[in-house]
């Protein structure tokens, strides 16, 4: 149980093309959805949150016209890079979390390499 | 401000070997806690979580321990075999300065566990 898949698994791109990367909860029902960057051999940073039928909340220093987040449904979240240049090179991944309460664990997406040539 | 950080960046065990992998944190106010494994190419693996009324906890092979007093929290691996070979995250329900918690996680640094045969 608690499966999220993120697709696509691998974008390579130009410069100035939008990306839209999406995350689904395949067997239960995400409240609150979470996209992270991760840079080589460093750790998850949290760029936003979004719940279900509301606007995500960014994290400071997170563009959010760069970064568009729509959490539409319960099982589908969605990131588009607008514009992507070779700095938003990155691995992107999403994580979704069940209605039980914010004390459960957040699981994962098996994340987006992003390539922007 | 408040973070989680690990001891070790990096543990090489051989295999049939117990492994320990640290983390402290430094937010007295954390309930929560959760470790990660993280393969190459992939998202982070729930392996087990522990709340902080609890000082340990099992599972098949691992068990975390958490020491409040001294804000130290320990993943444990018995019998460490090859597939276990990844980097290790510990994160914490992240909490501002008056314990409200803000729903998301702060990830530690991760430690790189390498086996070998």
């Known amino acids: 149980g608690a499966v999220v898949s993120q697709h696509p698994s691998r974008v390579i791109c130009k410069s100035g093309t939008s990306v839209k990367i999406e995350c689904r909860s395949l067997?239960?029902?995400?409240?609150?959805m979470f996209w992270y960057r991760q840079f080589p051999k460093q750790s998850l940073m949290l760029m936003a949150t979004?719940?279900?039928?509301?606007?995500?909340?960014?994290e400071q220093g997170v563009e959010k016209d760069k970064f568009l987040i729509n959490h539409a449904s319960l099982t589908l979240s969605t990131l588009t890079v607008t514009s992507a240049h070779p700095e938003d090179s990155s691995f992107y991944i999403c994580?979704?979390?069940?209605?039980?309460?914010?004390?459960?664990?957040?699981?994962f997406g098996d994340g987006t390499r992003l390539s922007i040539l | 401000g408040e973070s989680v950080g690990l001891h070790l960046p990096t543990l090489s065990v051989q295999e049939g070997d117990n492994s320990i992998i640290n983390c402290a944190y430094s937010?007295?106010?954390?309930?929560?806690f959760i470790w990660y494994k993280q393969e190459s190419g992939k998202g982070p693996q729930f392996i087990i979580d522990i709340r902080s009324n609890m000082d340990k906890r099992q599972g098949q092979r691992v068990t975390v321990l958490l020491n409040k007093t001294v804000k130290h929290l320990s993943l444990q691996i018995a019998a460490t075999q090859p597939g276990d070979s990844a980097v290790y995250f510990c994160?914490?329900?992240?909490?501002?300065?008056?314990?409200?918690?803000?729903?998301?996680?702060?990830f530690g640094q991760g430690t790189i566990l390498t086996v070998h045969p």
């Open positions: 994160a914490e329900n992240a909490r501002g300065a008056g314990g409200t918690s803000y729903g998301k996680l702060t």
């Open positions: 994580s979704a979390r069940g209605a039980r309460g914010i004390n459960q664990p957040q699981h």
């Open positions: 937010n007295s106010a954390s309930d929560y």
């Open positions: 979004s719940n279900e039928g509301s606007k995500a909340t960014y």
């Open positions: 067997d239960f029902q995400a409240t609150t």
